[in-house]
T-cell receptor
Framework: EAQVTQNPRYLITVTGKKLTVTCSQN?????MSWYRQDPGLGLRQIYY???????DKGDVPEGYKVSRKEKRNFPLILESPSPNQTSLYFC????????????FGDGTRLSIL | SQQGEEDPQALSIQEGENATMNCSYK?????LQWYRQNSGRGLVHLIL?????REKHSGRLRVTLDTSKKSSSLLITASRAADTASYFC??????????????FGQGTELSVKP
């Protein structure tokens, strides 16, 4: 089954403790991206990757890092999480680029205390 | 304000009625997409309409695009309780050297009562 898998689905942690949210897709998609969803602000793109070893900032990249060492994986790293990063995070992938229909994971709800 | 703005923010209807959601945007687009999000889940792609298309159908969904007014509408006919979800429009832009960009609106919450 074609899917985008995120882990963990839920995480409560404390300020400053490094964490990684993993994202994996099995559709051989070139394009992958991370979004955060906040009430009243909609979905905002954090980082995106057009292919292996090619990543770039989205609209709200501060406090986040990503890497794309393999085509299927696109982890999101919070080196020193802060409470304003409490949010619902989504990974998405597509063929080609972001103008194509996006396949979304089921989301990761992060709470930073 | 944002590239994609949706109207209404919330809509409550009875099962069997039609639901219409609207999306307005500001800049020229390559395509416009509609997504559904069930509570606690990821977004699911519903339909894509290109900038040179005016209308598209998929099952009970009908999407129109008016590039002169920079607006789109999503019509769900004969709604069912299972259609209860948030619906988002997303404008696909072509950006030189980036391949493209997809900007999401804030969504319309649809509630279909049995």
């Amino acid at each position: 089954e074609a899917q985008v898998t995120q882990n963990p689905r839920y995480l409560i942690t404390v300020t400053g403790k490094k964490l990684t949210v993993t994202c994996s897709q099995n559709m051989n998609h070139e394009y992958m991206s991370w979004y955060r969803q906040d009430p009243g602000l909609g979905l905002r793109q954090i980082y995106y990757s057009m292919n292996v070893e090619v990543t770039d900032k989205g609209d709200v990249p501060e406090g986040y890092k990503v890497s794309r060492k393999e085509k299927r994986n696109f982890p999101l790293i919070l080196e020193s999480p802060s409470p304003n990063q409490t949010s619902l995070y989504f990974c998405a992938s597509s063929r080609g680029h972001s103008n194509q229909p996006q396949h979304f994971g089921d989301g990761t709800r992060l709470s930073i205390l | 304000s944002q590239q994609g703005e949706e109207d209404p923010q919330a809509l409550s209807i009875q099962e069997g009625e039609n639901a219409t959601m609207n999306c307005s945007y500001k800049t020229s687009i390559n395509n416009l997409q509609w997504y559904r999000q069930n509570s606690g889940r990821g977004l699911v792609h519903l339909i894509l309409i290109r900038s040179n298309e005016r209308e598209k159908h998929s099952g009970r969904l009908r999407v129109t695009l008016d590039t002169s007014k920079k607006s789109s509408s999503l019509l769900i006919t004969a709604s069912r309780a299972a259609d209860t979800a948030s619906y988002f429009c997303a404008t696909g832009l072509l950006i030189y050297n980036q391949g493209g960009k997809l900007i999401f609106g804030q969504g319309t919450e649809l509630s279909v009562k049995p």
